[in-house]
Structure formats: C-alpha cells, structure tokens
C-alpha cells in the first residue's frame, strides 16, 4: 500500500495559519495532563494511566476509522506507538509526579531541539538555523523556569521529562517520514498507534502497577479527559498537522504545554510563578510563534511583478 505525505509547501498562507492554530489544540490540551495526573489520578500507578489514555482511546478510533494497518504498517505502527505512546506517556506520567506541573511541562520544549537534528538524520532535511535559533530560546525559557527559586528538581522526575522529549521527538520524526497509508486518515493512524502503545504497555501496567484501589468519580473523569480529549482527539489533530507542516516547527507548537500547564497550575494549585519565570515562559511563547515563520533566503530579491512604479 502507497504512503503519502502531504507537503505544505502547496498551501496557502492562510491555510497554513489555520492548520497550525488547529494543530495547536493538541498541546494546549496536553498541558492540561500534569494538573489533572496529580489532582484526579490515583497516585503512584503512572503506568497504569497510560494504559487507560492510550489501550480504549485506540481501539475507539480504530472503530472510528474501520480500518486496520496492512503490511509493513503493522511494525511501523508498533514502533510508532511504542515512542509516541508507549515510552512517552509513562515518562510523561513519571516526570508529573516527580516535579510541580510547570516544570515537568517544560522539559517537553526540548523536543524542537531533538526534531530540528533528527529532521537532518531521518529526513534528510537542510538544518533551519532559523528555527533551531529559536527552538535554542524555547529552551532558555524552559531553563529559567525550571531552575526558578520554588521549583522542585527532582532527579528521577528530571529524567523521566527529558527521556519523554527524546522519545516523541523521535516519534515525531519517524511520523513524517512515513506518512500514512493512501485511504488511511489521521483518525485512523492515531488509533494504530495508541492501540499499539497500549498493548506494550499492557502487561508492565498490570504487573507493576496494578489497578489503583482508590479509583473514585474524579479518577473516572480524569481518565475520560485524558483517553478522549488528551489521546483520541488530540492525536488525531497532532498526527493531522504533522502530515502537512513543516515537522520542526510543528515541534515549536509544543512550547504551548508548559504555558498552559504553568497557568493552570498558577490558577488551580496555586504554584507561585516568580519574575524570572514569568519571563521564561515568556520567551518560550515567542520562540513558538517565531518558528512558525520562514524567513526570505539571503539575498533574495523581489521579483519584477511585485515592485512598483519607480522602484528598483
């Protein structure tokens, strides 16, 4: 079966603000994982939750989609779904209830650095020195909010945040250069691949977390926000926008998370935000909206129809 990837380059300017404000939906809804791990979730079973975003949100989509991977996708979707799901999520999890939300949302902004370098290796894409400039500032941001003063910088919660950037952003790379199948929509590669994180992380939930004790009526809804919204909908948008922008700054949409995690944990938890944060955050939220850009080769010029009278 034939796998297509849509260019954006074949889209207008107006298209592309739009399919990028889309595309932003999905993080902006991630930011709202950390606060809704460590205020609804039972705590101390990290696996288990992604298991139930990830194994019924799947299997919802591919119901959706009536359709089911053919040939190579079936190992494409397994390693897609084992980074982009599978490692990601306990890893997200992990680093939620090791650290404050601002903080563990903010080791995610590293990933545009790891997209801007895989974009080269698997894509085989010129280096942006425009975007990776910018994804560089993204993360002097990241760093001045997560070394602020009232930040908590737990070691295993630290690595859990960064090996949780690597992994999607490799995920993120490996989604572009594959594609998807010709008559296979997002919903549907977003089921394959939530499917496939979810049976990876089927038995290690069962064996190691179990099933948490105290699943109460705020535990249900916390696994319904983050398999509807945060998984089936949200990926499917992701995987959507992935398919037709530029994959690095796609990436930058990312920065969102730890703004919108950072504010809800400003107005729900009550986590102070000091000055130097508020301007890393700050800096992260101009890194994102300036990697959207594509800035004129050097030494272009404009061409004949588009000067006026008397201009060179």
Not at 145 to 159: E, Q
Not at 271 to 286: I, N, P, R
């Amino acid at each position: 079966m034939a796998t297509t990837v849509a260019s954006p380059i074949q889209t207008s300017p107006s298209g592309v603000a739009g399919r990028t404000a889309l595309t932003a939906l999905a993080p902006i809804v991630w930011g709202s994982t950390y606060i809704v791990t460590t205020h609804l979730l039972p705590e101390g079973h990290p696996l288990f939750a992604a298991l139930m975003r990830s194994l019924p949100a799947g299997i919802v989509a591919i119901l959706l989609a009536r359709r089911l991977p053919r040939g190579a996708w079936w190992w494409k979707s397994l390693v897609l779904g084992t980074l982009n799901i599978g490692a990601f999520f306990p890893l997200l999890f992990l680093a939620a209830q090791h650290l404050p939300g601002g903080v563990a949302a903010t080791l995610g902004a590293a990933q545009p650095l790891v997209v801007a370098f895989l974009a080269v290796a698997i894509l085989h894409e010129r280096l942006s020195r425009w975007r990776l400039g910018w994804g560089v500032v993204g993360m002097t941001g990241v760093a001045l909010v997560v070394l602020g003063p009232d930040a908590a910088l737990d070691p295993i919660g630290l690595l859990a945040g960064i090996g949780g950037a690597v992994s999607m952003g490799v995920g993120v790379a490996l989604t572009k250069k594959w594609g998807r199948p010709e008559g296979v929509g997002a919903v549907g590669l977003a089921g394959w691949q939530l499917t496939a994180g979810g049976l990876v992380l089927l038995l290690p939930a069962l064996l190691i977390d179990g099933v948490p004790p105290g699943i109460d009526g705020q535990a249900v809804a916390g696994y319904l926000w983050l398999g509807i919204v945060g998984a089936l909908v949200a990926y499917t948008v992701w995987f959507a926008g992935i398919g037709r922008l530029p994959v690095t700054a796609t990436a930058l949409l990312g920065l969102l998370s730890p703004l919108v995690a950072a504010l809800l944990g400003a107005t729900i938890a009550g986590e102070a935000l000091s000055a130097v944060q508020l301007l890393g955050f700050a800096l992260a939220l101009c890194a994102m909206l300036a990697g959207q850009l594509s800035p004129a080769p050097r030494g272009a010029r404009p061409s004949p129809a588009a000067s006026g009278p008397g201009q060179a």
